[in-house]
């Protein structure tokens, strides 16, 4: 009896250190998904959009609407002034499909551990948080010169409205994509809204951004205000 009694707690304590051994294990072999196929920045990968816009005019008091093609192409990788690699985002247009491209400007994005970043027109946009969750919250303009930028650019507190859910756009099937409601403001002057929706594997799949102004009249209705646009870009194809 004085035997067995002796050996329980060693038999105890080594089963002890193996459920600490094998939950260590499994700790180990737990990997976190940042999800970065949100955004490939594979050389060659592109994507077209159909774009619609309507640009209130102040000065004639009219409205004119365009519609043309965009398409962004990641070009190279080069290494950006604060060392990080960084890849070059060629946009082109046309006025449609009947046309050839012509290079419109040159953007850029760099893929940290964290965060999607794109250089639009030399100012620095914060576009996506990795690994994406619902409701997350940022301020994606947070290295907007708003000296040098438009005023409907400042303070904007960008939220992943949804994450990871199935969506058709332009007759296309995506099994995961994020929507990002960039701002959503209205004063009694001013109305902005911006909204990006990325897939897996694709990109930006679509975005929406209106920017109005009443300026000394707000009794005006925000269907004719006085100057502003707005902005729809949506996926027409993509590729490798």
């Avoid at 009947?98 to 760099?110: A, E, F, I, N, Y």
């Avoid at 794109?118 to 708003?146: C, H, S, T």
């Avoid at 303070?155 to 929507?179: K, L, P, R």
Wanted: aromatic share 16%; with cysteine; net charge negative.
């Amino acid at each position: 009896m004085t035997k067995a009694f002796s050996e329980t707690p060693v038999f105890v304590a080594l089963a002890f250190c193996m459920a600490i051994f094998s939950s260590c294990e499994k700790t180990e072999d737990v990997v976190l998904d940042f999800k970065y196929e949100y955004y490939p920045n594979q050389i060659g990968h592109f994507v077209i959009y159909d774009v619609d816009s309507i640009v209130f005019d102040d000065f004639t008091e009219t409205s004119d609407t365009f519609q043309y093609q965009k398409k962004y192409v990641v070009d190279s990788s080069f290494i950006d002034g604060s060392g990080r690699e960084a890849f070059k985002l060629l946009r082109y247009h046309r006025a449609d499909s009947s046309q050839g491209w012509v290079l419109s400007d040159v953007w850029s994005l760099v893929i940290t551990t964290t965060t999607l970043e794109v250089n639009e027109e030399n100012q620095r946009f914060v576009k996506l948080l990795f690994p994406p969750k619902e409701d997350q919250a940022w301020m994606g303009n947070q290295y907007v010169d708003i000296i040098d930028a438009n005023w409907y650019l400042e303070d904007w507190e960008y939220t992943n409205t949804t994450v990871d859910v199935s969506e058709t756009i332009n007759g296309m099937q995506f099994d995961s994509t994020i929507t990002v409601t960039q701002q959503d403001y209205e004063s009694l002057i001013e109305k902005v809204n911006s909204v990006e929706k990325y897939a897996k594997n694709v990109g930006m799949v679509y975005k929406y951004f209106l920017a109005l102004e009443k300026n000394g009249d707000i009794t005006r209705p925000w269907t004719n205000p006085e100057s502003g646009f707005i902005l729809t870009m949506t996926i027409n194809s993509y590729g490798n």
